[in-house]
């Protein structure tokens, strides 16, 4: 579960950053010293969040998954006789490390009201409209679904933020008061080996460490009563703050520029429904090749869909056909 919480930690790192086209085409065309295996990159930018997103879904699928068991092994600890280091752990740790505190609690009851619980499941159901809705067969017949059901981005991240605030999870905050191992490092498997007695249920690689602890005040060292236990605390937040400012930055630009007068100067309507249409805007430049995203509020007003310029550089109109 730790591990794939990482790599979700990671990924929403990443997703948007590929859609944050302003940044794209500024790192392309505006940075000459782009070197062009790069540009090639970079214009690759939506399949790699396709593959980042991709990879969210088998992370979430499987911390979902991992916590499931979890939740499993926290409903049926209670009453449990556990072997050696972990009964002294549990017993004289003056926090309770399992969040379920009541042994006859409804596991589904404790799944929803959880923050972790209920967030994550606003996560699941976020997630799985966001992804049916961006399947290719889906995005082409329906592209309002898909448009306004990615929206729902806003809601995903706030959940992800939110949902280790309550610090189910709790670590060691003191970990130096573990004995030394005689190299300098403070090794908690000397605890163990101490608490579980002559070390049988150690592995074969780690029974020498049986030695190091007679030789130690490791009763000192090993007093599970003096363990800093806490939660852990909300990480997520560490990693998407900084995308989150960048894609804030780039609807910014967005708004901004949408917000500028653009005056449609011809129509011309070429024959089999083929249409020329010929605008002017202020500042704007565009070089060979470009494309620009056009709206037409009357018909939806929150859609941009993209079209190649047809003009030449010099020219004062920008010319799209459609």
Same mark, same amino acid.
């Given at each position: 579960?730790?591990?794939?919480?990482?790599? !979700?930690?990671?990924?929403?790192?990443?997703?948007?950053?590929?859609?944050?086209?302003?940044?794209?085409?500024?790192?392309?065309?505006?940075?000459?010293?782009?070197?062009?295996?790069?540009?090639?990159?970079?214009?690759?930018?939506?399949?790699?969040?396709?593959?980042?997103?991709?990879?969210?879904?088998?992370?979430?699928?499987?911390? +979902?998954?991992?916590?499931?068991?979890?939740?499993?092994?926290? !409903?049926?600890?209670?009453?449990?006789?556990?072997?050696?280091?972990?009964?002294?752990?549990?017993?004289?740790?003056?926090?309770?490390?399992?969040?379920?505190?009541?042994?006859?609690?409804?596991?589904?009851?404790?799944?929803?009201?959880?923050?972790?619980?209920?967030?994550?499941?606003?996560?699941?159901?976020?997630?799985?409209?966001?992804?049916?809705?961006?399947?290719?067969?889906?995005?082409?017949?329906?592209?309002?679904?898909?448009?306004?059901?990615?929206?729902?981005?806003?809601?995903?991240?706030?959940? &992800?933020?939110?949902?280790?605030?309550?610090?189910?999870?709790?670590?060691?905050?003191?970990?130096?008061?573990?004995?030394?191992?005689?190299?300098?490092?403070?090794?908690?498997?000397?605890?163990?080996?101490?608490?579980?007695?002559?070390?049988?249920?150690?592995?074969?690689?780690?029974?020498?460490?049986?030695?190091?602890?007679?030789?130690?005040?490791?009763?000192?060292?090993?007093?599970?009563?003096?363990?800093?236990?806490?939660?852990?605390?909300?990480?997520?937040?560490?990693?998407?703050?900084?995308?989150?400012? &960048?894609?804030?930055?780039?609807? +910014?630009?967005?708004?901004?520029?949408?917000?500028?007068?653009?005056?449609?100067?011809?129509?011309?309507?070429?024959?089999?429904?083929?249409?020329?249409?010929?605008?002017?805007?202020?500042?704007?430049?565009?070089?060979?090749?470009?494309?620009?995203?056009?709206?037409?509020?009357?018909?939806?007003?929150?859609?941009?869909?993209?079209?190649?310029?047809?003009?030449?550089?010099?020219?004062?109109?920008?010319?799209?056909?459609?």
């Amino acid at each position: 579960a730790r591990g794939s919480a990482a790599c !979700l930690n990671f990924n929403c790192m990443l997703i948007l950053i590929p859609v944050c086209r302003n940044l794209i085409s500024m790192m392309r065309g505006s940075c000459r010293c782009t070197p062009r295996s790069i540009r090639r990159i970079l214009d690759k930018n939506l399949t790699f969040h396709k593959l980042v997103a991709w990879a969210i879904v088998f992370h979430t699928a499987l911390h +979902t998954g991992s916590h499931m068991f979890n939740y499993l092994f926290f !409903l049926t600890a209670h009453g449990k006789t556990l072997p050696g280091a972990k009964e002294t752990l549990m017993n004289t740790v003056p926090v309770d490390l399992n969040p379920v505190k009541d042994s006859g609690a409804d596991g589904i009851k404790v799944m929803f009201t959880t923050v972790a619980g209920a967030t994550g499941h606003v996560i699941i159901i976020v997630l799985f409209l966001m992804v049916t809705s961006s399947i290719e067969v889906m995005r082409r017949s329906y592209f309002e679904i898909f448009w306004y059901t990615h929206h729902l981005f806003i809601i995903f991240f706030g959940c &992800l933020i939110a949902h280790g605030v309550q610090g189910l999870v709790k670590g060691q905050t003191n970990p130096g008061t573990y004995p030394d191992d005689g190299n300098g490092t403070q090794d908690p498997i000397l605890c163990y080996a101490f608490h579980s007695g002559d070390g049988r249920d150690l592995p074969p690689y780690n029974r020498t460490v049986n030695k190091i602890v007679e030789d130690l005040d490791i009763a000192t060292h090993c007093n599970f009563g003096n363990a800093d236990i806490a939660p852990g605390g909300a990480q997520t937040w560490k990693w998407v703050v900084g995308p989150l400012f &960048l894609y804030f930055l780039e609807r +910014t630009v967005r708004f901004y520029r949408s917000c500028q007068q653009v005056v449609v100067t011809k129509v011309v309507e070429h024959p089999s429904r083929v249409l020329e249409i010929q605008l002017k805007k202020r500042g704007f430049h565009a070089e060979a090749g470009q494309y620009v995203f056009v709206s037409a509020p009357e018909v939806r007003y929150f859609e941009w869909h993209p079209f190649t310029l047809t003009s030449v550089q010099d020219q004062e109109d920008i010319v799209f056909i459609i």
